[in-house]
């Protein structure tokens, strides 16, 4: 596997980390630089580590979780999602109540946006290609994207204000949706 399929796995798998980073800093939850490292590092690093679990997962287990991974992912984000709605219809509730860059919702959102990158992992086993390479590219890729996503979802944020709340929240919905119907679709 050459460097530039490398890299076009990579783009791919990160726009779901990027999504969500956008939406994150143009609700206002990224304020800080802060924010900024522990949103892009995450999910580069789950970007990173997912392939390599699949890859040593193998075959064999891989298949059990391929059957619900879809529902984890869409039930995390429509969590996080319809959280978010809900703090962008009331006013009185303030952004950085749910901070997406801390804790439990960090995690989840990590995992929700990296679990396509273990079938990755595991289509890389059964190619027999050395894991590290890709996994390191990918992580990599991931975070700047984020970093990026972070940054113009910032700007936005200043232009529209509250409303990218409920905005956020609905293109994390969807993402969830999407990942659900990829996986029931095909």
């Keep these: ?13 990160a726009m779901d980390a990027s999504a969500v980073s956008l939406v994150a800093a143009a609700s206002g939850y990224a304020r800080d630089s802060r924010a900024t490292f522990r949103l892009s590092f995450h999910f580069g690093l789950f970007q990173f580590l997912m392939p390599i679990l699949g ?22 984000l429509t969590f996080v999602g319809g959280k ?14 749910n901070d997406p860059s801390r804790g439990l919702t960090l995690i989840m959102l990590s995992i929700a946006t990296s679990i396509d990158a273990l079938a990755i992992g595991l289509s890389l086993a059964m190619l027999k290609v050395n894991i590290w390479y890709p996994s390191v590219i990918i992580g990599v890729v991931t975070a700047c994207l984020s970093l990026l996503a972070i940054r113009l979802g910032k700007r936005l944020g200043l232009l529209f204000g509250k ?5 956020g929240g609905a293109i994390l919905i969807s993402i969830g949706i999407r990942i659900l119907l ?4 095909s």
């Design 1 to 13: 596997m050459d460097i530039i399929e490398i890299i076009i796995i990579a783009l791919g798998l």
């Design 55 to 76: 890859w040593f997962l193998g075959v064999s287990f891989i298949s059990y979780f391929a059957s619900f991974d879809h529902w984890v992912a869409f039930g995390l």
């Design 84 to 97: 978010m709605i809900l703090s962008g219809m009331n006013p009185s509730v303030k952004s950085y109540t």
């Design 163 to 167: 409303r990218m709340e409920i905005f």
């Design 182 to 185: 990829s996986h029931l679709l």
